[in-house]
């Protein structure tokens, strides 16, 4: 017998909406068809009025576990996913230790055997860790990072010889690189200068990381991967600047996409007096006038998926008369979901289109297509179900998460998931976690298969010249 049937619902993928039922078998959709037309099954739920999306995906949470586990662990962020509907979400390296070693990697995964939802590993990508990746690539992380510029755990930047052989390493696999692309020593230079000149309010943080920052180190890493093969992802992109760079190397055929986050679509360098140091993130928030090419870039494919960059600390941490001792980030796994439909509801945005950059394309960039980002018999059944209507207003204290602060607080939402299951499970129901949970997420390791890699210019890479002698 089947085991559940959803009964009622609209769903809703990315080019479609239909009012059909959903069965699921063994955690999988096993037939969609008109109500009432599925037959019997163990367990029928009525999610009348509701629309039946695919669980977004976040390709950027940082779960600060192991070793920062006062701000966040695997299973405070993987209940806050399950609040927003988030039912799959990959993990930074920049934990303590970093994720930079085959040992520190199975720490790592010990860490998320608390997952209450579906998850991916990175690994680092550092100037001190090229050696390991051949073994992090055999023992299954998911994706790579890569530090270009300083963030939260102060993680030496690579320097470019060692990022491009880094790429020729991971471009035979396959895997995509995800990239902070600011360039490091700019913003080493300028923040220095700023520090010694006493220049310690909010706004300095944008004078530090000027665009120039992200345009330079995107365009830098595009062409590394041009010429290696290798699939690159642009991560928390925050300015009109680095657009270009971006869409050109999409032109010429280079394997890169990119992300951005809510911070940089309804926040602006106008939000800093009235936010102080809670709305630090790396890279900055910036001008109305980046965040409306976003938003177009977006629109236009040219941005291809949205994530959060989720990075909790505690309010004490975030809080500070000085930029520069102020940490970087803040929770944002449980309100993109919400804070996204809501623009959804204005008429900014289709659903339809939300699925593409919350799950569909996050599926296909990174190997996990068919099985996720879709509603469609044979797929996991990874589904939000949605009140359109339902308004809420977004409260720190309320956050599942440990960082009980947010840049949007008070801030009034209009759509919410108030279902989310994972394999055919409920983690959260009617706006309850689901207790017991713990441990249901499993690795995606398993489902994801890449594309076929299509490394370039292998025979002058360092491998092949230092294998053969050539390079004496």
């Not at 695919?54 to 070793?67: K, L, Q, T």
């Not at 994801?448 to 491998?463: F, G, H, I, V, Y």
Request: hydrophobic share 40%.
């Amino acid at each position: 017998m089947t085991d559940m049937i959803l009964t009622g619902g609209t769903v809703v993928n990315e080019t479609a909406r239909d009012i059909a039922d959903v069965a699921i078998t063994g955690g999988r959709i096993s037939a969609i068809g008109a109500p009432g037309t599925l037959g019997d099954a163990a367990d029928v739920i009525d999610v009348s009025g509701l629309h039946l999306i695919p669980g977004a995906i976040d390709m950027h949470v940082h779960f600060r576990e192991p070793g920062y586990t006062h701000k966040e662990d695997w299973e405070t962020g993987t209940r806050a996913a399950a609040m927003g509907g988030v039912t799959t979400v990959f993990e930074m390296p920049n934990t303590h230790p970093p994720t930079r070693s085959v040992s520190e990697f199975r720490q790592k995964q010990d860490c998320a055997k608390k997952a209450c939802v579906d998850f991916g590993i990175y690994g680092l990508l550092a100037e001190d860790n090229i050696d390991e990746l051949p073994e992090l690539i055999e023992a299954g992380v998911n994706a790579f990072k890569c530090f270009m510029g300083n963030t939260f755990g102060n993680l030496p930047s690579p320097s470019t010889g060692a990022m491009l052989e880094g790429f020729e390493i991971i471009a035979g696999s396959g895997l995509r690189i995800s990239l902070h692309a600011e360039t490091a020593s700019i913003m080493a230079w300028r923040q220095a200068k700023l520090e010694a000149a006493g220049l310690n309010a909010p706004l300095y943080h944008i004078t530090a990381r000027p665009e120039v920052v992200a345009i330079e180190a995107v365009a830098r890493a595009a062409i590394l991967a041009e010429w290696t093969g290798a699939r690159v992802h642009v991560l928390h992109i925050s300015s009109a600047g680095e657009l270009r760079p971006l869409a050109e190397a999409k032109a010429r055929g280079v394997e890169i996409t990119g992300e951005t986050c809510p911070c940089y679509l309804f926040l602006n360098s106008g939000d800093y007096d009235r936010l102080g140091s809670v709305i630090r993130v790396n890279p900055p928030v910036r001008e109305a006038r980046d965040s409306a090419a976003i938003w177009d870039a977006l629109q236009s494919g040219v941005v291809d998926m949205i994530a959060t960059d989720h990075a909790p600390h505690t309010p004490e941490e975030k809080t500070n008369d000085i930029i520069w001792n102020a940490d970087c980030g803040f929770p944002g796994v449980e309100t993109q979901m919400p804070l996204m439909l809501t623009e959804v509801a204005a008429g900014r945005m289709t659903l339809e289109h939300y699925v593409r950059i919350s799950s569909a394309n996050p599926a296909r960039s990174f190997g996990m297509w068919p099985h996720k980002g879709r509603i469609a018999v044979g797929a996991l059944a990874d589904i939000a179900a949605v009140d359109m209507a339902r308004e809420e207003v977004i409260a720190a204290e309320r956050l599942h998460s440990r960082g009980k602060i947010t840049p949007f607080e008070g801030r009034k939402t209009v759509g919410a998931p108030v279902h989310t299951l994972v394999r055919g499970a409920f983690v959260q129901r009617d706006r309850q976690m689901v207790e017991g949970m713990a441990g249901h997420g499993t690795q995606v390791t398993d489902i994801q298969a890449m594309p076929a890699p299509n490394p370039r210019n292998m025979d002058q890479s360092l491998a092949h010249l230092l294998g053969t002698g050539a390079a004496t």
